[in-house]
């Protein structure tokens, strides 16, 4: 579909690398410019050489998108960066695994913060833009652990069945301006973070998996690509599965 997004801008949080950074240079290969937010300022400059190698124009923020000035000064230097925003991709998130009886407060608030609040704060600040714009597109990055939870990631599963049901109240609220919102739920996907979990875990989690292999970052750029294209302009509210058939 290259050409797709001629025209457009998108914003794409956690966008330094992993599966945000696959987005970016997924939406930037069919025509969009794209606007990079991540705590990691100095790895958003290779997202931006590689969306700019795909000759469209790019801007870095560096910010914690739990902070809602933050999130305001994105918004609108992305606006003033690169002139307007028609695609704002929620992708920002970290996790703090542990068992229930030993999570700390501290953790619970700090994945809540990142993966639901943060989600919140830029749906908010990008739709008001989005509405005198008169469209726009949001897509949310979620997690089948939303779906199903998951053991020892009592926080993770609820910031992302958070981020599900946010996901469907504001294309409620959203739809009659124009604005579609979505999500995509990713299953086992190999990033930085995933790599990090013990391999006795990881065998059993592609036993479960009928795809018979782990999903790649490219897998969760595509679907995102379509959710922000005209191909899906009917949807709107819908979470995408992409686990390989792992929650059906």
Sequence with gaps: MVG?????VALVTGAARGIGRAIAEKLAANG??????DLQADW??????AVESRGRKAACFAADVSQAAAVDTVVSGTNNALGRLDILVNNAGITR???LLRMSEQDWDAVIDINLKGTFLFTKAASKLMIRQKNGVIVNIAS??????????????????GVIALTKSAAKELASRNIRVNAVAPGFIETKMTEALPEEIRRKMLEAIPA???????????????LSSDASSYMTGQVLNVSGGMVM
């Design 212 to 226: 018979g292999r782990f999903g790649r970052p490219e897998d969760v750029a595509e679907a995102v690509l379509f």
């Design 4 to 8: 797709v997004l001629d025209g457009k």
């Design 44 to 49: 958003l400059k290779d997202t931006a050489s």
């Design 97 to 99: 695994d542990t068992f």
């Design 32 to 37: 969009a410019d794209v606007a990079l937010c």
């Design 144 to 161: 089948i652990i939303g779906l199903i939870g998951n053991a020892g990631q009592s926080n993770y599963a609820a910031s992302k069945a």
